[in-house]
């Protein structure tokens, strides 16, 4: 039997990188396979109010860079739900100079903020809030950032390292960012690649002592991989329904952290081989537990194991995610409530989940306006008639597609 080609969209995080990178470099870029969804949309949207220009057609992108940022000295900039535009955005604006006002949705405005904040106030930006905490909204004021050296508090998101990194070669001077107890380090791997793509180098001296020089970004043509978040979906649905599935280009050359997932479906039992370009799940006849998994570097895909882990034959514990209870949702809290609903016991720490084998039974999902909720549930629906999402059209964020996809991809197995 041949495996079954799974459609999987562009990247976001390559395709918000590659977009503010693209708008800070000199002459016109294009991103050939952008992931079209919320995510992205919000985050052109918001480099366009900084005076980007991006042409959007379906498969391709077109990005004219100004060399320094943005073309405006003030402006608002509207965030929406893109956690990526808060976090890389504002060191762009402020490497540049201006004033610009910053704000999101609700939902936006609950996420943290206050490290980068510190970080660019260190680097001589003014910041002020408006609202009830650190965070969105905010003016940002600045008459260009200078360079220098700051300790970024990283022990939340590794977004804020990224966002002050790609600002880095804008600065007159060397910037040297210190970033103890990082977390989701494959994503800042991943913001250092697209950088030198576009010609400019981060030096790491020391683990955990970023620095980046002075520099100009070049333009590029730019291929976005799959994205292999999302690709953790259908992989996980071919080891939980026993089918073969490959999804093109997020091979052994791929650019993104979590493609390691494959590494724990390996772990559940499932059959994986992967070549430059290509890798390949099949699903076993009874997924394996019994173990724990760290998946601290790659924890936007610990909510597809932690949905389907009832159905294997032992617990499995997964640790390292602590920083996931400040995403889009409580990550943690998330999955447990809405396991437990379905009959799923669950324990859980501070920075940990544990998922004992169950029948899982019928139930409301509470997506909690949370796309990888809603996709990581899907998947354990192929094997568990009845659940019902009560926020389906959430995966738009970064899938709008996503419900035809797995219907294609496993039509019978609901």
């Known amino acids: 039997m041949s ?3 799974a459609r999987v969209p562009g990247s976001k995080s390559l395709t918000n990188r590659a977009l503010a990178i693209a708008a800070m470099a000199d002459g016109v870029t294009e991103l050939d396979n952008p992931l079209v969804s919320d995510g992205t949309t919000a985050f052109a949207d918001a480099l366009v109010a900084l005076g980007a220009s991006v042409e959007r057609h379906a498969q391709r992108w077109t990005v004219t860079g100004s060399g320094a940022g943005t073309r405006l000295r003030s402006g608002r900039v509207w965030c929406e739900d893109a956690g990526t535009a808060a976090r890389f955005l504002p060191p762009m604006a402020a490497a540049a100079g201006g004033v610009f006002d910053f704000d999101g949705t609700d939902q936006l405005r609950a996420r943290p903020l206050h490290p980068l904040i510190d970080a ?3 680097l001589g930006a003014t910041v002020e809030p408006s609202g009830d905490g650190e965070g969105l909204p905010f003016r940002l004021v600045s008459d260009g950032l200078t360079g220098g050296e700051v300790v970024l508090a990283s022990g939340t998101s590794s977004q804020y390292l990224s966002g002050l990194l790609m600002a880095g070669p804008l600065l007159s001077n060397p910037l040297t960012v210190v970033a103890p107890e990082l977390v989701s380090r494959p994503y800042v791997d991943m913001t250092i690649a697209v950088m030198a793509r576009f010609g400019a180098q ?14 100009r970004y070049t ?19 071919a080891a939980v329904t026993g089918k073969e599935v490959s999804v093109d280009g997020l091979g052994s050359a791929s650019l993104q952290g979590d493609r390691r997932f494959v590494d724990v479906l390996s772990q559940l039992g499932a059959k ?67 396991l437990v609903s379905c009959g799923v016991p669950v324990r859980t720490g501070a920075d940990w989940i544990e998922i004992s084998p169950a029948d899982p039974s019928a139930a409301l999902i509470r997506c909690r306006r949370d796309h990888r909720i809603a996709m990581s549930f899907s998947v354990l629906g192929l094997r568990v008639p009845g659940l019902v999402l009560d926020d389906p059209a959430c995966v738009s964020k970064t899938f709008p597609g996503f419900h035809d996809e797995l219907a294609r991809l496993f039509a019978g197995d609901r």
């Open 3 to 5: 495996a079954i080609r």
């Open 202 to 215: 981060v030096a790491e001296a020391i683990p955990g002592r970023f620095t980046v020089r002075p520099g």
């Open 120 to 122: 660019l106030r260190a």
């Open 219 to 237: 333009r590029t043509q730019f291929l976005v991989e799959p994205d292999a978040s999302t690709a953790s979906y259908v992989l996980a649905a």
């Open 272 to 338: 994986v081989t992967a070549d430059r370009d290509r890798v390949t799940v099949r699903g076993p006849r009874q997924l394996r537990g019994g173990f724990a998994v760290d998946m601290g570097p790659i924890s936007d895909t610990f909510m597809t194991l932690a949905a389907i882990a009832p159905l294997a034959d032992a617990p499995i514990r997964i640790t390292g995610v602590g920083h996931a209870r400040l995403k889009e949702s409580d990550r943690i809290d998330a999955i447990a409530q809405n």
